[in-house]
């Protein structure tokens, strides 16, 4: 088969189910629904898609084998996302998780149907884009983000959100400024949305391509834990008049996070 592009992992034995050379429907979501575990309707989203090239090992080539023309069921698994040196780099968890053979080639390797509840919502086709552009590894420039629209800017922000070295763990080192304390210098010149604050943001803690939270909670947990940086520390933030043209009311509850926090602001 083709270098393989996702695998399939059982949650529950914490074992792989395959290696998947690619997949057809699944990046097809809807990336309004903006919450944890439910749509809008109040009921967790269910995704339908296909797997190609599966190649099974034997836990799963067992159970299909069991289902015969039936559908397998899978229960609780995970579709990873796999870097051009096979390790995973992101997920995405499918609870009761069905899988039906559609298809098999020469080589072994099958094509499957796979139906399945997934938590949050499933991502858009530009979430997939931006995993290929990160299977070599993160960016190594600033400001990769800036380049893209609304869109893909939002897809942007989640792969960041997923991808594995976005651990607490993972500090930079930052210049301490008058004050004794740590200084995170923000460049504020490409913010004209939230998204693009929560890009910047976390580039200036993390580095190109880094975490600092993707939505207001996630944003304050990030601030009063010190994800990337010591707390507390000043935050400057350059050109602050683009997002304040731009950000309105948003604006001021950034600025509420970070001072509730204890940490200083400095808009230049």
Do not use: K
Request: aromatic share 8%; hydrophobic share 40%; proline share 7%.
């Amino acid at each position: 088969m083709s270098r393989p592009r996702y695998r399939l992992f059982d949650d529950v034995t914490q074992s792989r189910l395959g290696l998947v050379a690619d997949v057809r429907g699944f990046f097809e979501g809807d990336e309004s629904v903006d919450c944890w575990s439910a749509d809008r309707d109040g009921e967790m989203p269910s995704t339908d898609f296909e797997v190609l090239g599966l190649v099974p090992d034997p836990p799963l080539r067992a159970a299909l084998e069991t289902a015969g023309d039936a559908e397998c069921e899978l229960e609780e698994i995970s579709l990873q996302v796999l870097s051009d040196d096979g390790e995973p780099i992101g997920l995405y968890p499918l609870l009761c998780a069905e899988l039906a053979r559609t298809g098999s080639s020469v080589d072994g390797s099958i094509d499957a149907r796979v139906v399945a509840w997934i938590p949050g919502s499933a991502p858009r086709v530009e979430v997939e884009r931006v995993w290929d552009a990160w299977r070599s590894g993160p960016p190594d420039r600033y400001g990769v983000w800036a380049e893209l629209p609304a869109g893909p800017r939002a897809a942007w922000l989640r792969v960041v959100a997923d991808y594995r070295p976005n651990d607490p763990l993972r500090r930079r080192e930052h210049a301490r400024g008058p004050s004794g304390r740590p200084e995170v210098v923000l460049d504020g010149g490409h913010i004209t949305d939230f998204t693009g604050f929560l890009c910047a943001i976390g580039e200036a803690v993390n580095g190109p391509g880094g975490y600092f939270g993707s939505n207001p909670m996630a944003l304050a947990d990030c601030v009063s834990s010190g994800w990337g940086v010591a707390c507390p520390f000043t935050l400057v933030w350059e050109n602050a008049d683009v997002a304040r043209a731009r950000l309105g009311d948003t604006m001021d509850m950034l600025l509420d996070i970070f001072r509730e926090a204890g940490t200083d602001v400095v808009l230049r």
